[in-house]
């Protein structure tokens, strides 16, 4: 099995900035395409970010185009989470996804991503 694990959450007033890691741990052979999906209270696990397995390719959310930056360190099996001029509407928790698909564009579905970490909470306020 694949074990992930998420960190760098927090509490940030509006325009600043965090950087998230999610460290994959177990069987990373199995782990192709990562992502970060975001949940806040009462609403939808929605996609923030993916990437391939290659890191070649990424798929970010209109919602964070232009603000947040997905990266990942296959030496290390840790993909990251940067995010700049963060707005309220950016709190929620924080989800890290893998499946063990290599794509030449990474899913947006949380549907296909088999593993899931218990997630970071970002909060951002104004």
């Known amino acids: 099995q694949v074990q992930l694990v998420e960190s760098g959450g927090g509490l940030v007033q509006a325009g600043g900035s965090l950087r998230l890691s999610c460290a994959a741990s177990?069987?990373?052979?199995?782990?192709?395409?990562m992502a970060w999906f975001r949940q806040a209270p009462g609403k939808e696990r929605v996609f923030v970010a993916a990437?391939?397995?290659?890191?070649?390719?990424?798929n970010y959310a209109d919602s964070v185009k232009g603000r947040f930056t997905i990266s990942r360190d296959n030496a290390e099996n840790t993909v990251y989470l940067r995010m700049n001029s963060l707005k309220p509407e950016d709190t929620a928790v924080y989800l890290c996804?893998?499946?063990?698909?290599?794509?030449?564009?990474?899913?947006?579905?949380?549907?296909?991503?088999?593993?899931w970490g218990q997630g970071t909470q970002v909060t951002v306020s104004s």
């Open positions: 996804a893998a499946d063990p698909r290599r794509s030449t564009r990474p899913s947006t579905a949380a549907t296909d991503y088999d593993y």
């Open positions: 990437i391939a397995a290659s890191g070649a390719s990424t």
């Open positions: 177990g069987r990373t052979f199995m782990i192709g395409d």
